[in-house]
């Protein structure tokens, strides 16, 4: 208590009252609150997050490339190794197989073929696998001529495979190879031409129907299906036949050069089918054995040492253009009709 200040007396109770408390010391003035504008300027700039999309994009497109440039190159590979079946064969060099089934009517699959295999630097050798009557005369001796051209442009061997069938116009083809592999049962031969058509002259008048034809020329209606043959017209067509028929002697002589002389061939040619055993022992044909012994004889001249790799061809399945407009119900009626006028044909 400070002695310049007297106690202080309750007048209740007369007690002494204690002196109020002193007010507190005098300090200094407090600092001014900062401005709110202040404080906004004197705070560090907020950086906003840099965005990560374009990055994003960038490496996205990157990595499609990266993918997309090896299924490029898986399909290269697969494109430079696989076989005609779609399997993947990495051995160098190889013998490619072309087939040829059924009846010969056209040529452009086969030289496409043999023109493809002659360019594949990993095909050393092919083999012509025929299972055939024989067929259309023109077909058999383009594919004849580009066997033989495909011979001397690449210097790959050829080989010629006989399954089942390869007469007439299949044996024509097989000529054209290095060698001839048959099996003992092949039918083969038939060097020959045969020039077949219907006679509709009895149907026509039991239909009571009367053709009309206006032509050119006297024999332009040679073999027409509603009279008989005149004698002219008979002999017109065995000259034709006579001609087909010296083209394939000749040719096949040509083939068989060093096995069989021009006359022999000759004596065989009167359309008389051999098996392969026969066509053997008449030199027809150079040895007996299976598409692989034929695949692996081809290897062999080619120089392949082992077991040659195969390119077999892919079968090419129908599409739904092909069962509708191509049936064998439509097939069987085009070659009853075609029978109307006359065909030459190398065929048994």
């Not at 960038?58 to 697969?78: K, S």
């Not at 083969?188 to 058509?197: D, H, R």
């Not at 096995?259 to 022999?264: G, N, Q, S, V």
Request: aromatic share 6%; proline share 8%.
């Amino acid at each position: 208590m400070s002695e310049l200040e007297p106690p202080q007396i309750d007048p209740g109770d007369g007690q002494e009252v204690p002196p109020a408390p002193p007010p507190p010391p005098a300090s200094t003035p407090a600092a001014a609150a900062p401005h709110p504008q202040a404080a906004v300027a004197a705070a560090p700039p907020v950086v906003p997050p840099r965005r990560r999309t374009g990055v994003f994009f960038f490496g996205a497109l990157t990595g499609c490339a990266i993918v997309v440039a090896g299924l490029l190159f898986l399909g290269l590979m697969i494109a430079m190794f696989a076989d005609d079946s779609g399997e993947l064969s990495l051995a160098g060099d190889k013998v490619a197989v072309i087939s040829i089934e059924g009846e010969i009517m056209e040529a452009r699959e086969t030289v496409d073929a043999l023109r493809k295999y002659a360019d594949n630097v990993t095909v050393k050798a092919i083999v012509i696998r025929i299972n055939s009557p024989g067929g259309a005369i023109a077909p058999s001796q383009e594919i004849f001529s580009a066997i033989r051209h495909t011979r001397q442009s690449s210097g790959k061997p050829i080989v010629a495979s006989m399954d089942s069938m390869a007469a007439s116009g299949g044996y024509y083809i097989a000529v054209a190879c290095d060698d001839i592999v048959a099996n003992p049962g092949t039918i083969t031969g038939s060097i020959g031409v045969i020039l077949q058509w219907f006679d509709m002259k009895e149907l026509v008048r039991w239909a009571k129907l009367k053709p009309e034809t206006i032509t050119s020329g006297a024999l332009k209606d040679a073999g027409s299906p509603y009279r008989e043959l005149t004698d002219a017209e008979r002999q017109y067509f065995q000259d034709i036949v006579s001609q087909l028929h010296s083209q394939f002697v000749r040719d096949v002589a040509l083939g068989r050069a060093g096995k069989l002389k021009h006359d022999e061939v000759a004596k065989l040619a009167d359309g008389r089918v051999f098996t392969g055993e026969q066509a053997l022992k008449l030199k027809l044909v150079d040895r007996l054995g299976s598409v692989d012994d034929a695949v692996r004889h081809a290897g062999k001249l080619a120089g392949i040492k082992g077991e040659p790799a195969k390119l077999w061809p892919r079968r090419r399945e129908p599409g739904l253009f092909d069962l509708l407009s191509d049936t064998d119900a439509d097939t069987l009626m085009q070659r009853i009709v075609s029978r109307r006028v006359p065909q030459f044909l190398y065929r048994w």
